[in-house]
């Protein structure tokens, strides 16, 4: 594990020195397929070397290799390896952890598409996975197999915003010989930093809070050199799904902002979680920075700060929910989020109980305070007039 040498906010502003591009403050963009060699032996000796060469773009490319550095000193990792989404990224970094025949353990409140990855597609190759509540370490334990080979994490989760325990998952993982893999999209390497914590692998939806501006698919593994060299070799050369100079460069562009976003977020997401908390039909608020979230102490022990995506649940009826949704101004309705626009998706938990996910983006927060309060008459007004009935 390398050390962070600067703060983040020096991290994303400061470049290496570089003199080759007549001092061009902005890294250009690589927009090439392949790389040429002034002599058979010197392209012989990058042939040797392809790992580590400009050869081929599938291979190597020096403003996505920019990219990576980036995200490995943000995540106090070895190195990093960028995908063409953050699916991309999520499925090669599990296919270069298990080998037909094996088992995985899973969160199950993970993100969907991760979800039908392990539970469908995997069981062409034999490899078969334990979906469990990893809220509670003793659920991983008891679902442990001797062929169990992967714990798959993310914490929090984006719809209900559950937590595990990284540390004592981790711990557990040694003590069974099992990798463990987290997907870190919605804390960020500013508030989260999961490899001090024993993942062996961190991966993100570059697509969501990194990039941040709604522009851009892309994802990223990052690990120890060893654990990279074998999805450098296979899933990144190999399969191929690897990310654009172009989109890295909008990517690298995004990050500049990165920490001065996270901060706004976070003011601006707990603001309207403790406005949220206070309205009577609203039976709960899932936001790990509220101090009524079951796993607040753990969030603060693990987490130093916390995004702005989130989400509140109640009993009304779905019809009347979906009616304040539509009422809503300044939040579109959209899935994704990371960006500067604020956006809701509205989810059924069961019979009785909506689900509606806000994001909460960079407008000003009392503006969106005051939409939120606008729409909430709908639902005010369907409370009272069926508590008079
Ligand atoms: C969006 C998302 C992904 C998938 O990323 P894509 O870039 O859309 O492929 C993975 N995990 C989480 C938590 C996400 O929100």
Redo the contacts with the bound molecule.
Sequence with gaps: MTNQKFSNNTLLSHDPHDDQHHGAVTYPIYQNSLFTFSSVEEYEKAREKMLDSYLYTRGNNPTVKLLEDRIAALELGEQARCFA????A?SSAILSTVQTGDHVICVDQV?G??REFLSEYLLKFNISTTFVNGCNLDNIKSATQPNTKLIYL?SPS?ILFELQDIQACTNYAKSIGAITII?N??ATPIFQKPLLMGVDLVVH????YMSGHSDV???VVVGSKELLSNINKNEHLLLGGILSPQNASLILRGMRTLAIRMEQHQKSGLKIANFLEKQPFITKVNHPGLQSHPFHSLALKQMSGFGSLFSFETNLPYEIVKEMVNHLRLFRIGV??GGYESLVTLHKKNDNTQVVRLYIGLEDPEEIKEDLQAAFQILQKYQTENANS
């Design positions: 989404s953050g699916m991309a999520i993100y598409p991760t993310e984006s997907d999209s919605w939806s570059l697509t969501k698919v892309a994802g994704s989020w």
